[in-house]
């Protein structure tokens, strides 16, 4: 399954935590265990580590991000 918020880059760091992650969080921790959960946003450099926090098995992303960078998280 793939989460995809294509307007999450928009938000800083603050008002993801506060308004995104709690709800990212419970959609996460309700998928059926076994199912691979791809967690992706667009332009989302710097929400990176709470990406992380909120879930999945996966971090998908976008060409904005260096892989490098992605990979340190």
């Known amino acids: 399954m793939q989460l995809f918020d294509s307007w999450v880059g928009c938000l800083n760091p603050d008002d993801y935590r506060k308004y995104v992650l709690p709800h990212t969080q419970s959609v996460i921790s309700n998928i059926a265990e076994g199912v691979p959960v791809i967690h992706f946003g667009t332009g989302t450099a710097s929400l990176l ?13 976008d060409w904005r991000v260096r892989l490098d960078d992605a990979g340190s998280e």
Not at 49 to 61: C, Q, S, T, W, Y
């Open 49 to 61: 580590e709470l990406m992380r926090d909120a879930g999945g098995d996966v971090i998908g992303v």
